[in-house]
């Protein structure tokens, strides 16, 4: 009963101690959602899992922030950078007169840059993400979720303003609790609803943002690649977190297999599945160079993870990438 305690707890807390709803952009009906037996099987799994997520995600984040070494650049700001020697022509205003006294050079007082950068999540929770192919390797959607919430920790503890989108725009986040429990109470939210869009509405983004998408990717390419041509024209620089299960890169079965869809496709059998294996790989590796190459010539980022494997250095690399200052 881990997930109904978290989301009533997650409801309930406050500093008044009053119960309060979440307020999302779509204004729904939270009267039932804090009730058990109002969540979807999916929304309950889901909910039982996060505590673990959170926990993990705070985890990670801490170990990613361990190895990270500041980027500075100069700025407006308040927090002190450094001293450097005064060019020619340099404004009087700008020398520190104190500093300057103790040698023979006049020098100048940088701050650091402090403009925080707007950070939107999107999180596929369509149905073909709530999958793996062995019971010992979390889905798709749970390390999807866990890299989204890991993510989000280390961007804000570096001041970037965080946001979640849902299918029809912004997400505001439930009040109380750490930033980390309200975008887990939100995600449980959204799954709780079926959710058939595997890429947001580029109409909802904001210019000159960041977008960390975190999906499968099992979508049509002509719709991605639209999604990320307007991404580039208003500005925003998209990080495609591609979460892949190890079964879809290989396709490790032998003999006949039946193959059955999460999203009412119709089933599919196969014999000798086994002898379909070159070909397979080929093309599901053409397929994910075909994306990452049309991501990165849009002036966006790819990364693919695959969920028997660690977290930690697709979160290094996703770091690295979206700490750029664009």
Same mark, same amino acid.
């Given at each position: 009963? %881990? ?23 779509? *204004?729904?009906?939270? $009267? ?29 984040? !801490? ?10 650049? !100069? ?11 005064? *060019? ?9 007169? %104190?500093? &300057?006294?103790? @040698? ?21 929770? &369509? ?40 299918? &029809? ?11 980390? #429990?309200?975008?887990?109470? $939100? ?21 000159? !943002?960041?977008?960390?998408?975190? &999906? ?24 495609? +977190? ?6 879809? +890169? ?7 297999? #039946? ?9 599919? #059998? ?7 294996? !070159? ?9 994910? @160079? ?6 990165? @010539? ?19 690399? +996703? ?8």
């Amino acid at each position: 009963m %881990r997930g109904p305690s978290f989301l009533t707890a997650a409801f309930h807390r406050n500093k008044a101690g009053t119960t309060q709803a979440a307020h999302f952009a779509t *204004q729904p009906d939270f $009267a039932d959602i804090r009730q058990p037996a109002a969540l979807t099987q999916q929304a309950q799994a889901l909910a039982a899992r996060m505590p673990d997520l959170i926990v993990q995600a705070n985890r990670t984040a !801490a170990t990613l922030a361990a190895g990270q070494h500041a980027q500075h650049r !100069a700025g407006w700001g308040d927090t002190f950078w450094q001293y450097r020697p005064a *060019q020619p022509g340099e404004a009087a205003a700008h020398i520190d007169w %104190r500093q &300057s006294a103790r @040698s023979t050079h006049a020098y100048v007082r940088e701050t650091e840059a402090e403009s925080a950068q707007t950070i939107l999540l999107w999180c596929d929770l &369509s149905g073909s993400m709530n999958w793996q192919s062995r019971t010992n390797i979390p889905t798709k959607q749970e390390s999807a979720i866990l890299l989204t919430l890991a993510m989000a920790a280390a961007l804000a503890r570096g001041g970037e303003r965080i946001r979640l989108l849902c299918a &029809s725009g912004m997400v505001h986040l439930p009040p109380g609790g750490s930033l980390l #429990e309200r975008l887990a109470l $939100a995600l449980v939210f959204q799954a709780s609803t079926p959710q058939k869009n595997a890429l947001p509405a580029a109409a909802a983004l904001p210019r000159y !943002a960041h977008l960390l998408l975190a &999906s499968d990717l099992l979508c049509e390419t002509e719709a991605l690649r639209g999604l990320l041509h307007q991404c580039a024209a208003c500005g925003v620089r998209t990080h495609m +977190l591609h979460i892949a299960d190890p079964a879809e +890169l290989s396709l490790p079965y032998e003999g006949r297999v #039946e193959f059955t869809g999460l999203e009412h496709e119709p089933p599919i #059998e196969l014999p000798h599945v086994q002898t379909l294996r !070159a070909d397979y790989t080929h093309l599901a590796a053409a397929r994910s @160079s075909q994306i990452e190459h049309m991501a990165i @010539s849009l002036g966006h980022d790819y990364l693919c993870h695959v969920t028997d494997t660690p977290a930690t250095p697709t979160l290094l690399a +996703l770091h690295n990438l979206m700490s750029r200052r664009a």
